[in-house]
């Protein structure tokens, strides 16, 4: 006991406790409090940093927005919607095209409907002949595919045939893209009509319906330009021919007659 | 080697007994000035970590409650936002198709413009915008010959393949496969 006390008087035991206690409250507080708090502050400041990023991002968009006619955009949308309905309207489609086919010199002759989920069942002739195999007139579609598009389904083309002369076929397919329902067209078959002069044509039209219209990111800039406004009048300038259903009167003594 | 309490081996102590405590004193105290200084270093740095990880921990609640606040403001302009945005989807919509379409009236136009007197087409057929095949009546060889290359001279087309060139009682029957150029 005498010789322990003896050893921890002795000035190296003291100064090597004292470097040893240094060195471990240093490590402690290396190890709990510099590391930590580096760590979190680095952590921290880019966080900052990145927050402060997209508070910049979403302060000029909102300028942006702002500067933007909400009434005008609204009146724009819903002209530019009607253009591409919500769900693929073939009736209409047929209705306006034959109004389209009438002004430009063509007589619609056929047509049929089908969706692109299913087979199509109207082979097209080689020679692009307009064979239809459902014919119809004065607008509508066959009974076997009316049933068909009286129900939402998206994507659905029409195969619509005409006659008439080889210019006014020229005139029609510019025509279609003045009428106020656009529709891709994907497949043109012309075929020479039996001793006449004039034309076959078969058009295969995709219906093109609106995307979806989607939420709006805060973060990403939504500007609308002099230009945008421009290419919008372009397409609105452009459309000449529109349809409305037929307002006869209805309920007949004899529906058969 | 006192330390290890090994009596067998020390050492020559030169330094005269009454120095030995005053020596002692200044290594001691050495020792401690050295010690606390290197704490009091550690201490100052973690201080000032903790300091600067406070002061940026309060920015950046401040930033994020900003960005909160614009966001708020921004869900009472979203709905002009995304119609502004699906009004130019429908507008690049809507061209993309009108150019696509347009491409069949041009390549009707370019047909229109190679077929030569003595030659009238009995079909043709467009699919896949730049995918043509014609079926023409051609009343000589040299009628043909002609049709055919003012079709290869045409720049409008690509490609053009002569699959076949039957000779009837009274003209030639050719079918031709052409590629445009798409634009």
Redesign the interface.
């Given at each position: 006991m005498k010789n322990l006390k003896k050893f921890f008087k002795q000035t190296i035991v003291i100064v090597s406790i004292e470097i040893a206690v240094a060195i471990f409250l240093c490590v402690i507080i290396f190890l709990f409090v510099v590391v930590p708090n580096f760590n979190s502050w680095r952590s921290n400041s880019s966080s900052r940093e990145e927050t402060a990023q997209r508070l910049e991002r979403v302060e000029r968009n909102l300028q942006s927005v702002a500067s933007i006619d909400a009434e005008k955009i609204k009146v724009l949308s819903e002209q530019l919607q009607k253009l591409l309905s919500d769900q693929a309207d073939p009736l209409r489609f047929l209705n306006l095209l034959e109004v389209v086919a009438k002004s430009s010199g063509m007589e619609l002759s056929a047509a049929q409907v089908t969706t692109q989920s299913q087979p199509s069942v109207a082979p097209s002739a080689p020679t692009g002949a307009a064979a239809p195999q459902t014919p119809v007139s004065d607008g509508a579609s066959s009974p076997a595919q009316s049933g068909a598009s009286a129900v939402a389904v998206p994507n659905q083309s029409v195969k619509i045939s005409f006659s008439g002369s080889f210019s006014n076929l020229l005139r029609l397919l510019t025509n279609v893209d003045k009428a106020d329902m656009v529709s891709l067209i994907k497949s043109v078959s012309v075929s020479k009509t039996q001793g006449e002069s004039g034309v076959s044509l078969a058009v295969t039209f995709d219906l093109i319906t609106a995307t979806a219209a989607g939420t709006a990111n805060a973060e990403t800039l939504t500007a609308f330009t002099f230009e945008d406004e421009s290419a919008i009048g372009n397409i609105l300038s452009n459309i000449e021919f529109t349809s409305s259903p037929a307002k006869n009167s209805v309920g007949r003594s004899n529906p058969f007659d | 080697m006192?330390?290890f309490?090994k009596k067998d081996q020390k050492g020559i102590d030169l330094i005269p007994e009454g120095e030995k405590p005053l020596k002692?004193t200044k290594?001691?105290f050495f020792?401690?000035v050295?010690?606390?200084a290197?704490?009091g270093v550690?201490?100052v740095?973690?201080a000032i970590?903790?300091f600067?990880?406070f002061a940026?921990?309060r920015?950046?609640a401040q930033?994020?409650e900003?960005?909160d606040s614009?966001?708020g403001?921004?869900q009472q302009?979203?709905t002009?936002?995304?119609?502004?945005?699906?009004?130019?989807?429908?507008?690049t919509?809507?061209?993309d198709?009108?150019t696509?379409?347009?491409l069949?009236?041009k390549s009707?136009?370019e047909v229109?413009s190679v077929v030569p007197k003595g030659a009238?087409?009995?079909?043709?057929?467009?699919?896949?915008v730049n995918t043509l095949?014609l079926?023409a009546e051609v009343s000589s060889a040299a009628v043909v010959e002609q049709l055919v290359n003012n079709l290869r001279k045409n720049e409008f087309f690509v490609s053009v393949d002569l699959d076949s060139v039957v000779r009837s009682s009274d003209s030639y029957v050719l079918n031709v496969g052409l590629t445009t150029r798409g634009k």
């Amino acid at each position: 006991m005498k010789n322990l006390k003896k050893f921890f008087k002795q000035t190296i035991v003291i100064v090597s406790i004292e470097i040893a206690v240094a060195i471990f409250l240093c490590v402690i507080i290396f190890l709990f409090v510099v590391v930590p708090n580096f760590n979190s502050w680095r952590s921290n400041s880019s966080s900052r940093e990145e927050t402060a990023q997209r508070l910049e991002r979403v302060e000029r968009n909102l300028q942006s927005v702002a500067s933007i006619d909400a009434e005008k955009i609204k009146v724009l949308s819903e002209q530019l919607q009607k253009l591409l309905s919500d769900q693929a309207d073939p009736l209409r489609f047929l209705n306006l095209l034959e109004v389209v086919a009438k002004s430009s010199g063509m007589e619609l002759s056929a047509a049929q409907v089908t969706t692109q989920s299913q087979p199509s069942v109207a082979p097209s002739a080689p020679t692009g002949a307009a064979a239809p195999q459902t014919p119809v007139s004065d607008g509508a579609s066959s009974p076997a595919q009316s049933g068909a598009s009286a129900v939402a389904v998206p994507n659905q083309s029409v195969k619509i045939s005409f006659s008439g002369s080889f210019s006014n076929l020229l005139r029609l397919l510019t025509n279609v893209d003045k009428a106020d329902m656009v529709s891709l067209i994907k497949s043109v078959s012309v075929s020479k009509t039996q001793g006449e002069s004039g034309v076959s044509l078969a058009v295969t039209f995709d219906l093109i319906t609106a995307t979806a219209a989607g939420t709006a990111n805060a973060e990403t800039l939504t500007a609308f330009t002099f230009e945008d406004e421009s290419a919008i009048g372009n397409i609105l300038s452009n459309i000449e021919f529109t349809s409305s259903p037929a307002k006869n009167s209805v309920g007949r003594s004899n529906p058969f007659d | 080697m006192l330390f290890f309490g090994k009596k067998d081996q020390k050492g020559i102590d030169l330094i005269p007994e009454g120095e030995k405590p005053l020596k002692d004193t200044k290594i001691k105290f050495f020792a401690t000035v050295a010690s606390v200084a290197a704490v009091g270093v550690f201490i100052v740095v973690g201080a000032i970590l903790v300091f600067l990880n406070f002061a940026e921990g309060r920015l950046l609640a401040q930033t994020s409650e900003q960005l909160d606040s614009r966001l708020g403001e921004w869900q009472q302009v979203a709905t002009t936002a995304a119609q502004v945005n699906s009004t130019k989807a429908a507008t690049t919509q809507i061209n993309d198709v009108w150019t696509s379409n347009q491409l069949f009236t041009k390549s009707l136009r370019e047909v229109r413009s190679v077929v030569p007197k003595g030659a009238s087409l009995t079909s043709l057929s467009i699919a896949g915008v730049n995918t043509l095949t014609l079926q023409a009546e051609v009343s000589s060889a040299a009628v043909v010959e002609q049709l055919v290359n003012n079709l290869r001279k045409n720049e409008f087309f690509v490609s053009v393949d002569l699959d076949s060139v039957v000779r009837s009682s009274d003209s030639y029957v050719l079918n031709v496969g052409l590629t445009t150029r798409g634009k």
